[in-house]
């Protein structure tokens, strides 16, 4: 049996300011390791906002400040802390100048795990300025099994199903905007139930380009219990999960081998 305390850092982000958010973020981090939390997780885009078609918004390289930050801050607390930003890889065609929607999961000792968002906006034309990716990802944190997915990925049930049998606990950062917070409530719990793994959904506050965001981050257990929530306002939700919980739902309930 593993445990682990997880702490969603609800925020708002300071548009294009990666400085201002590492500075207002680094306090909230350590007060929720303080509280004995293993893993932090912050929004998408934490450092910059969600402004991937504004002609003024940072990108970086991968491994560049967002992801330092992240480790520095892993480093300095011992504990995991993830987050997405804008990376522009190494591997891009020449001429493609397009981020990835990085999510960046970083360990205490410097472990870099990163999933690229494989699903782009498209209502919002994210595929004109991100490049999207193409691998799902699992990492071991702490004796759990956690699958990474961002934002617009929680529309898409098959990628969840395929990596339920591996997976312990499902982390979602997002910017999703407020005038659909009742599809993002009610798809954490649909992913939850229908998966019998906790999800971990943590959403900004605040405005950005427009958009209103009103965070409605939720801790999900494997039956669809709510955790920990919050409304919208900045605060720290937290909650002690368990990988015994994963193993008596799905022993229980056995749905998951009539998967056809």
Known sequence: MAELRIAGLQHDI????????????????AGAAASGAGLVLLTETFSTGFGFDDPDFITEDEGGESSQFLAAQARE???????SCPEVRADNE???TRPSNSFVLVGPDGTQCRYRKVHPFSHADEQKYVRAGDELVTVDVAGFR?????CYDLRF?????????RTDVYLVPANWPAKRREHWT???RARAIENQAYVVGVNRVGEGSGL????????VDPLGQVLASASHTETVLMADLSTDTVSATRTHFQFLPDRR
């Not at 209103?212 to 801790?219: E, N, P």
């Open 14 to 29: 300071v548009w294009n300011e990666r400085d201002a958010n590492f500075e207002r973020l680094a306090p909230k981090i």
């Open 77 to 83: 607390h011992g504990i995991w802390v993830g987050g």
């Open 94 to 96: 020449p001429g493609d």
């Open 146 to 150: 956690v699958s990474m997915f961002v």
């Open 157 to 165: 049930a098959d990628e969840f199903w395929q990596l339920a049998e």
């Open 186 to 188: 009610a798809l954490l």
């Open 212 to 219: 209103a965001y009103s965070g409605d981050s939720r801790i």
